[in-house]
């Protein structure tokens, strides 16, 4: 094990999250806010904390293996969104640090869930940091330290596959440093064209950022106490619009860029996507006609709810807690779905939910014919038996991690469907849930413990469980 | 650079291995998917898995946008036929494998320029050569050749018992009045480029650089030019000990090769006249006795497995024979032999890629001011030879090395001007049309103007 390494790996990436910190800072100075200064004491904090482990552990020998790539993404997310909960607590505009820690990781991990009652109260400077930590958390912070910096280890392709959300973790070009730079690249870019569409509609420039990093980042957070509800039909359709695109597997968008146009399109995953989404909007359309009248507003609405939900982004035109049970049962079953591969969703992942589905049909074909021998195949490509394996085994540890957390969510004196929404959005990073944690209202009412619970349910599922699983695993730190 | 790789076996493993530490984007294509997902894992590159000549699996490495692709499966026509088609597809320059002997005729030349190969490298015939180059001069352990082979570049271990123990350089060359230069040590796990005031020590792996006939006489003043070797046994009838029976037989030496597969033993008795074959197990050290192995000059494992070399070569050296050379093909092993006094280790796959990392080279700096044309890794690739042909257009003609102000780790190991050796000293200058011999550790040349500081 090199811990060495580890701990260097994760200095940097605190020194990095000092730099991030500063952007902020700047924010708040523009709008004369008193959280400037919080603000600065975390970057002193960062940049002390990151220099010592980054002096101090430099390693002899940069060899690292996946389980090292586990243990710095794991150790990684923890420490940055430690650190990234300061300002807030700093500032007193969240006093309880749990409360600030539940809010940082919520950010990170682009969940989007907030204990926040009156979000409209809150400063500026920490309202853009929030919303920051969306988009950074989205694509991957260790992915954009990879990106930026210059002499990452040979091995970093591990510490890139245990951030990247996915089955299959494959590079775009040979070397893991251009992959991460061409995946940001696009990122980026995406990023500012939706910007552009949003300051076309007339939005602000501040509420562009904030909602083009919380739709990127596929996170949620708002800064109204109402979600997106009052902004014009048009933003609500560029905001839907770009959740779904921030939801598709990243490659394709690179496919295209090198004119490989086809494979791009006949993507399985994708078309899969599209289908359940035009299937749950149409569902959800017909079943809301009674409630919200006609019938283009029935489909703007059911179609952001859907986008919002299946890329796990969270935000809301609507209290979809007042919709007819069917409607609310699709969006339940969206969540656990999630966005494609090799985006910035969560959830289960479509490509996941497809290979489980042609694994199914493949054992009753081999239960009707005991001798029969098929293979399953995936965009094209037959998949290997380990992969299958993998695949439902994630499922497995998964639907495990998922009835834990809502187990001890249960002590809590809510209803059940506020408890099993609650888990079930936190761990698939979507934010909202149904009852008590409806689009409207906040996890506030949660206990501190429970509060720690979630923000682990959320970076186990924004980590895909497996990296922090081996970290507290004791076989990872024995000797032999 | 952007290269492709078909076929990651032992020799394309190491390939893959040296152009990725070039720093080159390289795409490696297996059959294989557990081959692509450890050879993923290890090195930084891209893996794509699917047949090599298949239009799609190229396609889909993006061959069209290659620079250069090498071929290195098992097979020498599926190496073929992937060239031809990757070739047709638009990449750069290609490269071929091709091992069998049927093919490395006098019609070489019609297949390669017929299939529009730029390169047909052959590892096995790679390592014939370079065992027969060590078995002309038994006391060293390596020796490489360059241009017209006017120039030579030999690595001596350094025996406790050798006179230049505790010599320094600026003693060595009064004591020794031959022509010659040391340029590389290696002590320990460190890679010294000496200068005068550096003492030798027993232990040393020493390198350097002189004219054939330079060298044969400084080993015969050192006293270690014991005597020719003649009677050469081979162990195991593969493709390497095909062509180096086939040299040695034509250069008058006795060749006896002990395999265990009769229908081998017939095929090499058929085509190769002179040779004994003898049926048995190699392995069995009283057959090895029976044939006469205390009585050799050479003894030469060629065995597919690294641990069959390994242990009969230290047996024979057990028996002092003058020359014991092993092939190893796994770089554990071979650090792991010589620890056991191995000295002299052949390994088909770096001759190999040594090849194609000059090549690669070449091909980058085809823009610069001078040309790799040769190119050897030394001391377990800690250190590189590499010979440059400087054109008229190379910033420093005309000036004494003493005035040069060279990076540190390099040395300027020896000069050929019209076929003429000169081993350089301070006042020496380069001119166009020279060959220069660099000798660098630490250090990755491409152009000669890089040994400027």
Redesign the interface.
């Known amino acids: 094990m090199n811990l060495r390494m580890v701990f260097y790996t994760t200095g940097r990436i605190v020194l990095f999250e000092a730099l991030m910190l500063m952007l902020p800072a700047v924010v708040s100075l523009i709008y004369g806010e008193s959280c400037f200064y919080a603000f600065l004491i975390a970057v002193f904090v960062a940049a002390v904390l990151g220099g010592i482990l980054f002096f101090a552990a430099k390693p002899k020998d940069s060899v690292i293996y996946?389980k090292e790539g586990f243990l710095t993404v794991a150790l990684a997310w923890i420490t940055l969104s430690a650190i990234g909960a300061l300002p807030f607590t700093i500032s007193g505009e969240i006093p309880s640090y749990i409360d600030s820690f539940f809010e940082t990781v919520s950010g990170f991990t682009t969940t989007g869930a907030s204990i926040l009652t009156d979000v409209e109260a809150m400063s500026h400077g920490l309202l853009f940091w929030r919303s920051f930590t969306h988009w950074v958390g989205g694509m991957g912070v260790l992915v954009f330290v990879m990106a930026v910096i210059p002499d990452m280890s040979?091995?970093?392709?591990?510490i890139m596959r245990a951030e990247m959300p996915g089955p299959i973790i494959?590079?775009l070009?040979?070397?893991?440093?251009?992959t991460a730079k061409i995946l940001y690249l696009i990122y980026i870019v995406m990023t500012l064209v939706q910007i552009l569409f949003l300051l076309f509609g007339g939005m602000s420039l501040f509420d562009s950022l904030v909602h083009a990093f919380g739709t990127a980042g596929t996170g949620g957070f708002g800064i109204k106490a109402d979600s997106v509800t009052s902004y014009s039909p048009y933003l609500q359709w560029v905001i839907a619009i770009f959740m779904l695109i921030f939801g598709v597997n990243f490659n394709l968008y690179y496919l295209i860029l090198v004119k490989r146009i086809k494979s791009a399109v006949t993507s399985t995953e994708l078309w899969v996507y599209v289908l359940i989404v035009g299937a749950s909007t149409l569902a959800i359309t017909v079943n809301i006609l009674p409630i919200v009248g006609t019938v283009g507003d029935s489909i703007r609405t059911a179609l952001f709810q859907v986008s919002s939900i299946i890329t796990t982004t969270g935000y809301a035109t609507a209290d979809f807690n007042l919709w007819p049970g069917f409607s609310k049962g699709i969006l339940l079953i969206l969540m656990f779905i999630g966005g494609c591969a090799g985006s910035t969703a969560g959830g289960l992942k479509v490509s996941r939910v497809i290979i489980l589905f042609k694994m199914i049909r493949g054992e009753i074909k081999r239960m009707i014919h005991p001798r029969s021998v098929s293979v399953v195949r995936f965009e094209g490509?037959q998949l290997?038996e380990n992969t299958l394996g993998s695949v439902s085994l994630y499922f497995a540890i998964y639907m495990v991690c998922f009835f834990a957390v809502f187990l001890l969510l249960c002590f809590e004196p809510f209803d059940m469907e506020t408890n099993f929404t609650a888990a079930a959005s936190c761990f698939n990073n979507v934010g909202p849930g149904l009852g008590g944690v409806g689009p409207m209202s906040s996890y506030a009412a949660y206990s501190p413990f429970s509060k720690l619970l979630l923000s682990f349910a959320m970076l186990l599922g924004r980590l895909e469980i497996f990296p922090l699983i081996i970290a507290l695993s004791p076989s990872t730190w024995a000797k032999k | 650079m952007k290269i492709t790789v078909v076929g990651c076996g032992k020799i394309g493993a190491t390939i893959v291995a040296n152009l990725a530490a070039e720093g080159h984007d390289v795409v490696a294509i297996d059959n294989s998917p557990a081959v692509i997902a450890e050879i993923t894992n290890i090195y930084d590159v891209m893996g794509v898995c699917g047949n090599g000549a298949d239009y799609d699996t190229l396609a889909e490495a993006g061959v069209e946008k290659t620079e250069l692709f090498i071929a290195s499966t098992g097979s020498d026509e599926l190496n073929m036929l992937s060239c031809f088609v990757a070739g047709r597809m638009g990449a750069g320059h290609t490269i071929a494998k091709i091992s069998n002997p049927e093919y490395n005729d006098q019609n070489i030349a019609f297949m390669q320029k017929e299939l529009g190969l730029s390169l047909a490298v052959n590892p096995e015939l790679l390592a014939a050569h370079e065992i027969y180059n060590v078995l002309g001069l038994p006391s060293a352990a390596k020796i490489e050749t360059f241009s017209g082979r006017s120039f030579e570049i030999v690595e001596l271990l350094l025996r406790s018992d050798s006179p230049l123990d505790g010599m320094s350089l600026i003693e060595l060359r009064k004591k020794y009045k031959a022509a010659f230069l040391v340029c590389v040590v290696h002590r320990g796990d460190q890679v010294y480029i000496p200068d005068g005031n550096f003492v030798l020590r027993s232990g040393d792996r020493i390198a350097l650089t002189a004219s054939p006939i330079e060298i044969r006489k400084l080993m015969k003043m050192l006293g270690i030019m014991q005597k020719h070797v003649r009677d050469v046994m081979i162990l195991g009838a593969g493709k390497t000990a095909f062509y180096l029976s086939k040299m040695l037989l034509a250069s008058g030496n006795s060749v006896k090769i002990v395999e265990l597969d009769r229908e081998k033993c017939l095929e090499f008795s058929d085509k190769l006249k002179g040779v004994s074959m003898i049926n048995g197990d190699g392995a069995q050290q009283e057959l090895l006795l029976e044939e006469g192995l205390p009585q050799m000059d050479a003894f030469v494992t060629l065995t597919g497995s690294d641990e069959e070399n390994i242990l009969l070569s230290v047996f024979a050296a057990s028996r002092n024979i003058y020359k014991v050379v092993t092939k190893v093909n796994r770089d554990e092993f071979a650090s792991l032999a010589e620890k056991l006094g191995l000295d002299c280790i052949i390994s088909p796959r770096k001759s190999v890629s040594d090849v194609i990392v000059r090549y690669a080279r070449a091909l980058q700096n085809s823009e610069g001011s001078s040309n790799v044309e040769t190119l050897y890794k030394l001391m377990d690739g800690k250190a590189e030879a590499l010979e440059f042909s400087v054109r008229s257009d190379f910033s420093l003609l005309g000036i004494p090395l003493k005035d040069m102000s060279l990076k540190s780790g390099i040395l300027i190991g020896g000069i050929i001007r019209a076929r003429r050796t000169i081993i350089p000293t301070g006042d020496d200058v380069i001119l166009s049309g020279d060959k220069v011999i660099v000798v660098a550790a630490g250090q990755r040349l491409e152009d000669l103007a890089d040994i400027i500081r």
């Open positions: 996946a040979d091995r970093s392709i591990h494959g590079k070009v040979p070397k893991v440093k251009e490509k290997e």
